[in-house]
């Protein structure tokens, strides 16, 4: 299922309580951030895109707005972890949530690694 760049945005401010329009920083600087995790998360996509056999990605998309421009990633990256990788880029500058920061970033790549199969062709203790 595609995700827009605004859902990801949303599940990003639902972790931190805020809203599109709550922070001129946070509306600022999200596409850029998420441009950044883009690119993070590329390899992992493009492990998903082999192992089902779809054609893999040359580079991450270029992210300009907060808007309706269609994601069509694997869920797992989009709703899981991007989210997760966007709400700790923007929580860099807030002292008092340092430690909710590592902890949402190791949660994005958490997500990474499990939604990436480790060794393609391999499922389930099966090789195929």
Same mark, same amino acid.
């Given at each position: ?25 946070? *509306? ?7 441009? #950044?995790?883009?690119?993070? +998360? !590329? $390899?992992?996509?493009? %492990? ?18 907060? *808007? ?7 869920? #797992?990256?989009?709703?899981? +972890? !991007? $989210?997760?990788?966007? %709400? ?41």
């Amino acid at each position: 299922m595609a995700t827009t760049v605004r859902k990801i945005f949303d599940l990003a401010a639902a972790i931190l309580f805020t809203s599109k329009g709550g922070d001129t920083d946070y *509306d600022q600087y999200s596409p850029l951030l998420l441009e #950044r995790l883009l690119t993070e +998360a !590329l $390899p992992y996509e493009n %492990a998903i895109r082999a192992a089902s056999g779809r054609e893999e990605l040359t580079s991450a998309p270029e992210i300009n707005a907060i *808007d309706d421009t269609v994601i069509d990633w694997d869920d #797992r990256i989009t709703r899981g +972890a !991007l $989210p997760h990788g966007l %709400a700790s880029a923007l929580m860099i500058d807030e002292e008092d949530k340092q430690a909710q920061m590592v902890l949402e970033r190791n949660y994005f790549v958490e997500a990474l690694e499990e939604a990436a199969p480790a060794v393609l062709g391999y499922v389930d203790g099966e090789e195929e």
